[in-house]
């Protein structure tokens, strides 16, 4: 098969960039508060998956420099020229775009972080959202596994992350994480002040750099390593950390789409680091899966290490949290007029709900799905979240009951979170014997398989 051009290349990228942020501009002017983050999120998907055998889609520099950093520290990525092509292209795609969408609309909107928030607070959104991105993207487009799995969720993943963000992030920053969006918002805003810009795109191309290097811990093979434990706590930290971290914001900043964005960014993460680390992300799942027996390579020890590992991703997001809405605390307990009771059967039959589903599509040798596990697996958390929001605000996962419950720093909220993860580890628990009974046949299949 023969190469695209350049010129076919720098179109690509060009045009998926301009859709990219004429579609911003288009549901900020005109008004979309609640879908905006999905309507964003989708166009990125689709252009992804319609130009992405082109350029590669990256229609964002600061995935171009982590594709560059990658490849000058022996990886797979980009050289240094196709970066320079790539983000040039990109940024005038941007500016081109923001400059169309003003004229569509006659105004324009300015960028800076929002009333309450500093130029810091706005700047770790964007690093962290930025970072998370372009991690994601490395491992599910860029990553040598890639080229023989030939995985098909890879725009949906990708696109996911902007779901979680917008969500998360968007109420402090604006929620960006491509200079070539700040730099077209800011250019077309002219009038209105000009600088932000350059400010956020410090940010994001340092969650660039910080994706490029965490990239190269998780996959060590891909630049001539070899895969140890580390790895797979690290993938476990992150996994959850990103997680909690999207629980916080979009819990702070009163999102309305606060499962949704959640689940979106669950789904990008297991996607990511699913063939890592196994992306467990949550206690109450390892202990699904150690329970089930399914897993010989998952032993107890090695269970409380991931267990420990999670909870101290959550316990550092939600600090994270908490610094960005300046010493808010996040709560956790029965919402409005729900009694424990309620709470304790809500936690109880989603957790099980979750667990049992991760050990069906990802675990189980007969119902194992190739593709489209990691949408399974987070769907499970929209389900969940607008089914028992109202009850007990959907945790499900102790890594995120015991993180949310540590910037209070009291002896009642700890003690809220440590039942909470009670009621999760015995879902989990549940699922796992359930699964015994539902998929007898996976243990025939196991033991025939030690047997050889």
């Known amino acids: 098969m023969s190469e695209p051009s350049l010129p076919a290349k720098c179109t690509a990228e060009f045009v998926g960039t301009f859709l990219l942020i004429f579609t911003v501009g288009c549901n900020v002017l005109g008004g979309s508060p609640i879908w905006a983050g999905v309507s964003i999120a989708f166009v990125l998907m689709v252009c992804i998956y319609a130009l992405g055998g082109i350029s590669g889609a990256n229609f964002n520099p600061a995935v171009s420099v982590t594709l560059g950093i990658s490849r000058a520290l022996g990886g797979p990525g980009l050289d240094w020229k196709t970066v320079g092509i790539y983000s040039g292209v990109q940024c005038a795609g941007g500016i081109t775009a923001a400059v169309c969408y003003s004229l569509l609309f006659g105004q324009s909107f300015n960028l800076a972080p929002a009333k309450g928030f500093s130029w810091y607070h706005a700047g770790l959104c964007e690093l962290l959202y930025t970072f998370m991105l372009t991690f994601v993207v490395m491992n599910v487009a860029a990553a040598k596994k890639n080229a023989t799995e030939k995985n098909q969720y890879y725009g949906m993943a990708i696109a996911f992350t902007v779901v979680a963000g917008a969500y998360g992030a968007g109420a402090v920053s604006g929620g960006c994480f491509n200079p070539a969006v700040a730099l077209g918002i800011d250019v077309s805003s002219a009038g209105l002040g000009f600088g932000w810009s350059l400010a956020y795109i410090v940010f994001e191309l340092l969650g660039a750099g910080m994706a490029a290097a965490l990239f190269k811990v998780v996959r060590p093979e891909d630049f001539g390593g070899e895969k140890s ?158 089914a028992i929001g109202g009850i007990s605000g959907g945790s499900l996962n102790p890594a995120v009951s015991i993180g949310l419950a540590t910037p209070s720093f009291t002896l009642s909220m700890l003690l809220k979170a440590l039942a909470y993860s009670a009621f999760e580890i015995i879902g989990g628990a549940a699922a796992a014997g359930v699964f015994k009974v539902t998929h007898e046949v996976d243990m025939a299949l196991l033991e025939e398989k030690t047997a050889v």
């Not at 089930?292 to 101290?312: D, N």
């Open 229 to 386: 434990q580390v790895t797979e706590l690290v993938s476990e930290f992150l996994g959850t950390y990103m997680l909690v971290l999207t629980v916080g914001l979009n819990v702070l900043g009163k999102s309305k789409a606060a499962a949704f964005s959640i689940a979106a960014g669950l789904t990008s993460m297991i996607y990511a680091l699913g063939d890592v680390s196994g992306a467990h992300f949550n206690p109450a799942v390892t202990v699904a899966i150690l329970a089930s027996g399914r897993c010989p390579e998952l032993t107890p020890a090695k269970a409380g290490i991931y267990a420990s590992v999670q909870i101290a991703g959550g316990i550092a997001a939600a600090l994270t949290c908490s610094f960005v809405y300046q010493g808010a605390a996040l709560g956790l307990g029965p919402a409005g007029k729900s009694t424990w009771m309620g709470a304790s059967v809500a936690e109880i039959v989603f957790t099980f709900v979750l667990a049992y589903v991760v050990l069906c599509v990802a675990v189980s040798q007969t119902t194992k799905v190739s593709h489209m596990f990691g949408f399974a697996i987070g769907s499970c958390v929209t389900v969940g979240g607008f």
